[in-house]
Structure formats: C-alpha cells, structure tokens
T-cell receptor, first 114, second 115 residues
C-alpha cells in the first residue's frame, strides 16, 4: 500500500521567514495530494491540494509543488505569521487504494516565533 | 466547504462500558465516511472506511468487534467503542465525502477518555 513520509517533524521559524515541508510517497498511482492544517484539539482543515496533472499550485502565501518522477511534493509558506503555527499533514491518494482512501504523513509541528 | 458534525466532542466513560460517536454530513450526502484515530502528537491513523448500506472495511490490526461501525444513511455514520478500556482513550475523527475522488471533510473530533 501507499506510504507517505514527511519531514521535518518539527519546524521553528521566525515571523516573516518561509517554511518548507517535504513529503515523499511510494505509490506511483497516487494522483491527489492534499495538505491539512490542524490546530491543537481541532479538526484538520484542508489548506491546499494538488493533482498529478500539474506541477505547482499557489494560493496567496501558500504554494505546493509536485515532482511525480521523484514522487515527492512540498508545501511552501511564505511570510509566515504566528497564526500559521499548527501541525501540518500531507497526504496522498492512490487510484488503486481501496475506498480511495488518503494516506497521511506523520505531521510537521510548525512554530512561528514573533 | 461542506459541513461535517461529530458528536460528542468529549466523552468520559468507565472501563467496560460502550460509547457511541456520531458523524453527520449536514449539507451533503456522503457515500463514504472514514474513521480515524489520533494519538497525542501523532498522525491520523485510518481505522475503517464506511460506505452507506454496506459493511465497513477495516484496516489491518483494527478489531471490528471492538470498533463497531454503522453507516445506515447517507448523512450518518456511527462508531461504537465496545467494552472500552483505558488504552482506547484517544482522539477519534471522522471524515465524509460525496463521491469517490472528491474532497473529504473532517468532523471536529471526539476526545474519548476511559477511566
């Protein structure tokens, strides 16, 4: 089955700097890659996603890149703000996965220091 | 986005009792719902996939007789933790989606504490 690895597990950045989180996946049949933000005790919220037919997608301060050949994708947050502090999860969905389920990475705890 | 509501948000129960958690899609019909378990500072671990009108598909290592899942309608799935033990204490989250290939939306989670 699909295996998703996420790095780093923790990331501390100064307000205004950029944050980059990287994920790799194992199943070449994966075609959908969402990113979720989860604040403490809250539900995961989809912040951006990318499908395998594009290499990059941007939404204001957030961007995601996908390299299908290398089977990795990354989340980029620019001009970080304290409210960006949260746990971020990447995920991948394979067309072969039973139930079309998502496989999540281990998460990255991001701390933006004012 | 669509709204998924999970109830209760917190529950404390005694060892040996059963607890039912509800997951409702409020403004759409969900053909599929997913149940996850999340340990502190850990990722979401898929427990089972629930399709309306059929038996749930459980992930390897998840006891189907302990975690009973029912998806009787297109807007409601329930997870019952039977004969709960302290090690079942965790954060349980559901997600729901309309159709295969569409985005899944998460409920707010249920923090279960078994004492």
């Amino acid at each position: 089955g699909e295996n998703v690895e996420q790095h780093p597990s923790t990331l501390s950045v100064q307000e205004g700097d950029s944050a980059v989180i990287k994920c790799t996946y194992s199943d070449s049949a994966s075609n959908y890659f969402p990113w979720y933000k989860q604040e403490l005790g809250k539900r995961p919220q989809l912040i951006i996603d990318i499908r395998s037919n594009v290499g990059e997608k941007k939404d204001q301060r957030i961007a995601v890149t996908l390299n299908k050949t290398a089977k990795h994708f990354s989340l980029h947050i620019t001009e970080t703000q304290p409210e960006d502090s949260a746990v971020y999860f990447c995920a991948a969905r394979s067309v072969k996965a039973a139930g079309n389920k998502l496989t999540f990475g281990g998460g990255t705890r991001v701390l933006v220091k004012p | 986005g669509a709204v998924v509501s999970q109830h209760p948000s917190r529950v404390i129960c005694k060892s040996g009792t059963s607890v039912k958690i509800e997951c409702r899609s409020l403004d759409f019909q969900a053909t599929t719902m997913f149940w996850y378990r999340q340990f502190p500072k850990k990722s979401l671990m898929l427990m089972a996939t629930s399709n309306e009108g059929s038996k749930a598909t459980y992930e390897q290592g998840v006891e189907k007789d302990k975690f009973l899942i029912n998806h009787a309608s297109l807007t409601l799935s329930t997870l019952t933790v039977t004969s709960a033990h302290p090690e079942d204490s965790s954060f349980y989250i559901c997600s729901a989606r309309r159709d295969e290939g569409t985005e899944a939306f998460f409920g707010q989670g249920t923090r279960l504490t078994v004492v």
